[in-house]
């Protein structure tokens, strides 16, 4: 079955250091890739989009790459702030059909010391 | 734009009852995605509807339904609850398929 990896373990960076997520897939061949951030309490807030042909997306601090052969994304946050910590959660999404279903990995919490 | 609203924020049930959970989209959006969040199990997708019409859905039992009307707005509801039903359940929309999906607070649902 479908399976989507990310690090189980909080992340723990300093303040001002790039922070470098990963999520990893098996079983499965998703056309688009997604990223979001939530902060406890609320729903998820979309960040960055990659679509399988492409290999690197950026977006202000922000970093996504895509390597369909790996099976991988990463996601970097570079000079990370205090308030970039939240739980990050990578989604998939197929190709074909009439669907707009998103599979979450289970998420890796950043922490950020000041 | 507003956001992404649902309603109630909370409630807590009872074995055996049901519930009926809201979900008012962003204007504009006709997509409503629904999803259930638990610690152990993550965020799941229960299904999709798309003008009035489910598009997919998920691997949950018969006792998950839903529903969206002509405004977009949609409803989800879960029948003969379990104590395992308890959870976060999210609603999301989005102009169409391969976009952003925008998510509401959620429904903090409690069965006792």
């Not at chain 1, 079983?27 to 997604?34: D, F, H, T």
């Not at chain 2, 924020?9 to 809201?22: A, D, E, N």
């Not at chain 2, 009035?52 to 002509?70: A, L």
């Amino acid at each position: 079955s479908q399976k989507i990896e990310q690090n189980s373990e909080a992340l723990n960076i300093q303040e001002g250091k790039t922070a470098t997520l990963t999520c990893n897939y098996t079983n499965y061949s998703p056309a688009y890739l997604q990223w979001y951030r939530q902060d406890p309490g609320r729903g998820p807030v979309f960040l960055l989009l990659i679509r399988e042909n492409e290999k690197e997306k950026r977006k202000e601090r922000l970093k996504v790459t895509f390597d369909t052969t790996l099976k991988q994304s990463l996601f970097h946050i570079t000079a990370s702030q205090p308030a970039d910590s939240a739980t990050y959660l990578c989604a998939l999404e197929g190709r074909s059909g009439a669907t707009n279903k998103l599979i979450f990995g289970t998420g890796t919490l950043l922490a950020v010391q000041p | 734009k507003a956001g992404v609203t649902q309603t109630p924020r909370y409630l807590i049930k009872t074995r055996g009852q049901q519930v009926t959970l809201s979900c008012s989209p962003i204007s504009g959006h006709r997509s409503v995605s629904w999803y259930q969040q638990t610690p152990g199990q993550g965020l799941q997708f229960l299904f999709e509807y798309f003008s009035e019409t489910q598009r997919n859905k998920g691997n949950f039992p018969g006792r998950f339904s839903g529903r969206q009307f002509s405004n977009s707005r949609s409803e989800m509801n879960v029948s003969t609850l379990e104590l395992g039903d308890s959870a976060l359940y999210l609603c999301a929309s989005s102009l169409n398929k391969h976009n952003e999906q925008f998510f509401g607070p959620g429904t903090r649902l409690t069965v006792l």
